[in-house]
């Protein structure tokens, strides 16, 4: 499986794809999509489609997991991250990426511990996580954390989604995964 993290945000965006085969994790790429502060925000969102589109689209991930939406003190700033983020979803269901969404909190005591880490001590054990070289930039760094924790959680969360629901709508939803063709893989590189 391999995973998207996503890091939303209007002047960084980090993102970080990680795959997993058994229970080893593996990371694929990084990086930070940086946008120009002065560019107005309906331009800078266009930037983060266009190269989301692009990353989505090279890698093929089957999931894009993103940071939900948290309560911020600065309201401006909550609602600038809420455009960003609603880009972000639109290009995963526009590929038709399976969308996970996790809160800040749960990531960090995922990766961390607790749910007060910080960015730094995030990236420290992203890097002890992933064996990374060196600790990738913060924002990545979040995004990784986010793709790890969908490995680490999301099967989980499925299961136990089942467990909750009623035996025939539990067949139903067996019965639709049976049937959903397998999705491609990309080409190999030369």
């Known amino acids: ?17 990680v795959s997993r085969m058994g ?17 107005p925000l309906a331009e800078r969102l266009t930037v983060i489609d266009r190269q989301l589109a692009e990353l989505i689209k090279e890698h093929t ?40 969404e996790y809160a800040p909190a749960k990531v960090k005591r995922t990766i961390a511990g607790g749910g007060q880490a910080d960015k730094r001590q995030v990236a420290m054990m992203i890097r002890n996580v992933l064996s990374l070289a060196e600790l990738p930039p913060p924002d990545a760094a979040d995004a990784l954390a986010l ?6 959680l999301g099967p989980l969360e499925d299961r136990l989604k089942e467990k909750s629901m009623s035996p025939v709508l539990a067949r139903a939803l067996a019965n639709h995964r049976r049937r959903r063709p397998a999705r491609r893989s990309p080409p190999a590189r030369r």
């Open 1 to 17: 499986m391999l995973v998207l993290g996503i890091d939303p945000g209007t002047l960084k965006l980090g993102w970080g794809l």
């Open 23 to 39: 229970n080893r994790m593996t990371h694929v790429a990084h990086g930070v999509i940086k946008m120009n502060g002065k560019l």
């Open 61 to 100: 991930p089957e999931v894009g997991s993103v940071e939900s939406l948290f309560f911020h003190k600065d309201a401006q700033a909550a609602a600038k991250l809420g455009h960003a983020r609603g880009v972000v979803l639109l290009s995963l269901a526009r590929a038709g990426v399976q969308v996970a």
């Open 147 to 152: 793709a790890v924790t969908h490995l680490r």
